[in-house]
């Protein structure tokens, strides 16, 4: 299979985390031209998180993407040169104020090739102890719950967990678990 | 927990596809404003495909989000007024030629509500025959490749499937088994 030759790309917005592009493309075996549109932003991390008597710690927020308080796994931006295993406990740390006493990267993916170039680090923390209150940002407003893995497994079902990349991540982490 | 209030909105960019929005928000306890952005689009459908002997139905194709050839379950999006359902039964049967004996959903979820506000239906296409050629635009270069299920699940591991959407589709369809 021949790939798409990019011959040029313009930028349509650049903002601090993200810079939104078309790439204009040529197929060398269909000899024809199609203009893709790519959103280029940071490695993200996310952090399936549980304490040292087994409960998963969660955290709940209002989400504008799409307008509704959601319950999550820990995730964020790691930021320029930062190593992703620092960046997702960092990132634990600023939004429940827990620390592991051990991490494991449970699977590097990609985000959304389509028309993401960014990758997303799903990472184990276990033996997480609280050991300072959280540290947001201004605009951030969040609360930190746990639950057991069965209200977990619960909130699955129901839909209450509904964010497409944390399933992915329990999922991941209860298939892992398995495999053990 | 509090929402933020959604007090003005303008159009960054629009497409046929998407539009990019900043929102403008006032927090009504912390009385702060922040501005977000949010990408606005369709919502998708995602088909784990299997064949009336068993193995998984895959497209392989060049992603121009992060220059890869990947290796995904058939995805794409529902047209404005499109019943997810058909849409699923559409996209599989336009880029594998193939038509399903039985169809279930498996699970709705939001993309990523952080900054999209679509969500994606994950359908189980069961019994699929092939019934007819594959039925592309012209942008489309999709080759159809067929896995057992052991060979699914190696390339899960192995990284040669690594799209978060869709290893998401993947876990879901051997989770659900496993309750079955």
Same mark, same amino acid.
């Given at each position: 299979?021949?790939?798409?030759?990019?011959?040029?790309?313009?930028?349509?917005?650049?903002?601090?985390?993200?810079?939104?592009?078309?790439?204009?493309?040529?197929?060398?075996?269909?000899?024809?031209?199609?203009?893709?549109?790519?959103?280029?932003?940071?490695?993200?991390?996310?952090?399936?998180?549980?304490?040292?008597?087994?409960?998963?710690? !969660?955290?709940?927020?209002?989400?504008?993407?799409?307008?509704?308080?959601?319950?999550?796994?820990?995730?964020?931006?790691?930021?320029?040169?930062?190593?992703?295993?620092?960046?997702?406990?960092?990132?634990?740390?600023?939004?429940?104020? +827990?620390?592991?006493?051990? !991490?494991?990267? $449970?699977?590097? $993916?990609?985000?959304?090739?389509?028309?993401?170039?960014?990758?997303? +680090?799903?990472?184990?923390?276990?033996?997480?102890?609280?050991?300072?209150?959280?540290?947001?940002?201004?605009?951030?407003?969040?609360?930190? $719950?746990?639950?057991?893995?069965?209200?977990?497994?619960? !909130?699955?079902?129901?839909?209450?967990?509904?964010?497409?990349?944390?399933?992915?991540?329990?999922?991941?982490?209860?298939?892992?678990?398995?495999?053990?």
């Amino acid at each position: 299979m021949k790939k798409w030759i990019q011959k040029q790309s313009s930028e349509l917005i650049a903002r601090r985390i993200f810079t939104l592009r078309d790439i204009d493309c040529h197929h060398p075996e269909k000899d024809i031209h199609h203009t893709f549109f790519r959103l280029e932003t940071l490695d993200w991390i996310n952090v399936i998180a549980v304490t040292d008597d087994n409960r998963f710690i !969660m955290v709940k927020q209002h989400r504008l993407g799409n307008d509704e308080i959601t319950i999550e796994t820990t995730g964020g931006l790691i930021d320029h040169g930062e190593d992703p295993l620092e960046a997702a406990r960092r990132e634990l740390r600023e939004e429940t104020g +827990y620390s592991p006493a051990r !991490m494991t990267l $449970l699977k590097k $993916l990609a985000v959304n090739p389509a028309i993401m170039d960014n990758y997303i +680090y799903y990472y184990l923390a276990e033996g997480c102890v609280r050991v300072s209150d959280q540290d947001l940002d201004k605009e951030e407003d969040i609360e930190v $719950l746990t639950y057991s893995r069965e209200e977990i497994r619960s !909130m699955m079902r129901s839909g209450e967990i509904d964010h497409a990349l944390v399933i992915t991540g329990l999922l991941l982490f209860f298939d892992h678990e398995q495999d053990i």
